[in-house]
């Protein structure tokens, strides 16, 4: 029978657990990590769409008889930047986008001229531990989305619009 440092040096109980603290850590890292990748994927897919209905406003607000602001070439950019917001949906896609902005830029003079977008937010990222390592920026992951469409030479004539 051994005893003292012997009995120490060659007792083998706790090394499962050691191996699995050893291993657990990194494998949990990489499972959140692909966690947090496919919300990033999902997220970004949902804000094209918000794109995309930002685009489809900034080509219906644009008419004939809705000058441009002064300063901008746009139309109504309120309306563009709700559709921005609308397009994100309701509940949590509203409360993970932040610093959402739409820039709307048409083709000058030219009715039929495509109608570009451009539009930005800020995702924040929410899955533990991958958010370390996906998002690195305290949290957050830039992202944009620029939609060019054409805007087909539409006037919508409506109230008060002598043309």
């Known amino acids: 029978m051994k005893t003292?440092?012997?009995r120490l040096i060659a007792e083998d109980r706790g090394a499962v657990v050691a191996e699995f603290v050893v291993a657990i850590i990194p494998l949990g890292i990489t499972f959140f990590s692909?966690?947090?990748v496919a919300h990033l994927?999902?997220?970004?897919?949902?804000f094209k769409h918000a794109a995309f209905s930002a685009a489809r406003a900034a080509i219906v607000t644009k008419s004939r008889c809705n000058p441009p602001m002064s300063g901008n070439d746009n139309?109504?950019?309120?309306d563009v930047e709700d559709a921005l917001r609308d397009g994100l949906g309701a509940g949590v896609w509203q409360n993970?986008?932040?610093g959402l902005s739409t820039r709307v830029q048409y083709a000058g003079s030219d009715k039929y001229?495509?109608?570009?977008?451009t539009s930005k937010a800020l995702y924040k990222c929410s899955v533990p531990l991958g958010r370390w390592i996906v998002c690195p920026m305290a949290g957050f992951r830039p992202m944009q989305e620029t939609i060019v469409l054409p805007h087909q030479g539409a006037s919508y004539e409506g109230a008060g619009c002598n043309e």
């Open 34 to 36: 692909f966690m947090q």
């Open 41 to 46: 994927y999902t997220a970004h897919l949902v």
């Open 4 to 6: 003292g440092l012997k």
């Open 113 to 117: 001229g495509p109608v570009t977008t």
């Open 75 to 78: 139309g109504r950019e309120s």
């Open 96 to 98: 993970t986008f932040g």
